[in-house]
């Protein structure tokens, strides 16, 4: 049974919403976390910040996504795309780095 995630970041603060879709007819909460971005990080850019908010994901919910497959629903398409981007910056590519030991997808859903 596969896991969904769904995240979002704001100005100030960025939050995660982890549940399971085991009646198949609506998902079930799990787990929710939410987190304040200091002074440093209310200036990432937003994909920095939807980017940040999926690594925050991994962490917090490590424990329900080692050997099984997740989805995570992002409202920023540039997310969908960007595990295929041929540059991208630094940090980035540290934190993508995070995503390589786990089964994902990433669904844009506006």
Known sequence: MEFHVHTNASLLAM???????????SDQLIMYTFGLLNRA???????????LVMVFALHKFKH???GNKFVFYVNHMTLV????KPQV??????WLLLFLEHDFIIVYKP
């Open 89 to 94: 910056s630094r940090k980035i590519t540290r």
């Open 41 to 51: 990080k209310q200036n990432y850019s937003t994909t920095k910040k939807k980017t």
């Open 64 to 66: 329900y996504f080692l």
């Open 15 to 25: 939050g995660t919403v982890l549940s399971q879709n085991v009646t198949r007819k």
């Open 81 to 84: 795309y960007l595990i295929n």
